[in-house]
């Protein structure tokens, strides 16, 4: 299975709306993964970046070894769009 099969991904940025930002991310492809935040059980928390500005995101995996394994993709991926992140194959010992 790729990420881009798990059911509500990409995920869409969360967070209180900010009138000081200019402009909010319409699309996976803007947004650039900066890391990991917390992963509890099958929820992951993680940020990126749109023009320089921080964006949290919220993802709720199947389960708790798709988080663990979705949490080392996001990492390994740090600086590329979260669009990107879709196409990787999810390891079937960990799905």
Do not use: Q
């Not at 967070?15 to 935040?37: H, M, N």
């Amino acid at each position: 299975m790729r990420v881009m099969n798990l059911p509500n991904w990409p995920p869409g940025g969360s967070g209180a709306f900010d009138p000081r930002r200019p402009r909010f991310a319409v699309s996976a492809e803007e947004v650039l993964i900066e890391k990991v935040t917390r992963v509890t059980e099958k929820r992951i928390t993680f940020v990126c970046t749109l023009e320089g500005k921080p964006h949290t995101y919220d993802f709720s995996a199947p389960d708790e070894k798709i988080a663990e394994k979705l949490k080392t993709i996001l990492e390994n991926n740090v600086g590329l769009s979260l669009f990107s992140v879709g196409t990787i194959e999810i390891p079937p010992e960990l799905s």
